[in-house]
């Protein structure tokens, strides 16, 4: 899957795995070369091949990009009717899942523009007692170049994609 190419179709993937997850998975390698996932609930991506995340409750992330700055993130679209359509068609329609490779860059105080898109994504939510918890006072953003895609196969049931 060409990273360039296909940009806009990425994207919307993450921002419907995101709808039905909410969250997307970061896969990283520790100091002892073993390998970890995080999930994210924070994950933006930008009109050109990158990203950022905020950056207030990964711990094991940023120690592990002291030493290994690549990650693979992973979006699912996990919606139950998507997949449903897909095992009654015996085909997706869609991508169900996108693994996307990079690098992660420093971390940095968030900009005025990224908090604003962090409270728009997380507006449905403003009244719950959680949102101020899990989302309040967002400063930190890490940022990932991202360098490759990889769209997950599932046989004849993605071939077309």
């Not at 990283?28 to 991506?45: A, C, E, K, R």
């Not at 409750?57 to 979006?75: Q, Y």
């Not at 101020?132 to 990889?150: H, Q």
Request: proline share 4%; glycine share 6%.
């Amino acid at each position: 899957m060409d990273l360039i190419t296909n940009w806009k179709k990425i994207r919307i993937h993450f921002n419907k795995s995101f709808s039905s997850n909410f969250h997307i998975s970061i896969a990283s390698v520790d100091v002892d070369n073993n390998p970890t996932v995080t999930p994210i609930g924070s994950l933006f991506l930008n009109d050109n091949p990158t990203g950022f995340y905020f950056e207030k409750f990964p711990s094991k992330l940023p120690e592990h990009a002291k030493m290994n700055k690549n990650v693979c993130l992973l979006g699912v679209n996990s919606s139950r009717l998507f997949w449903l359509r897909a095992l009654f068609k015996e085909k997706f329609i869609d991508y169900p899942a996108i693994k996307l490779y990079g690098e992660l860059g420093e971390r940095r105080l968030a900009t005025e523009q990224e908090i604003t898109r962090l409270n728009r994504r997380m507006r449905v939510t403003k009244g719950l007692k959680g949102n101020t918890y899990l989302w309040g006072k967002m400063e930190f953003v890490r940022e990932i170049k991202f360098t490759k895609a990889e769209k997950i196969n599932l046989g004849k049931m993605t071939e077309d994609l």
